[in-house]
């Protein structure tokens, strides 16, 4: 995750990725560590990678969030 990010310091429930309605498997922490089936609480922090699924257009909208670019 980008640190500019919008979604950076959110958790998995406030972000805007449930707007979206794609799915988050599991979060890369940027230490390596997975953390399968995050619940609303977790926290998105800067360098996480997000594994998700849905809808191809509502990926990129997410990407769009992240910062990717």
């Known amino acids: 995750m980008h640190e ?3 979604l950076v310091g959110a958790n998995v429930g406030e ?7 794609v799915i ?3 979060i890369r ?3 390596g560590h997975l953390e399968f ?3 609303p ?3 998105i922090d800067a360098g996480d990678f997000l594994i998700v699924m849905g809808d191809g257009s509502k ?3 997410l990407e769009a969030l992240a910062g990717v670019e």
């Open 4 to 6: 500019r990010s919008k």
């Open 15 to 21: 972000s805007e990725i449930r707007r979206l309605g």
């Open 24 to 26: 988050v498997l599991a």
């Open 29 to 31: 922490r940027h230490d």
């Open 37 to 39: 089936n995050p619940g």
């Open 41 to 43: 609480e977790h926290q």
């Open 59 to 61: 990926l990129r909208e």
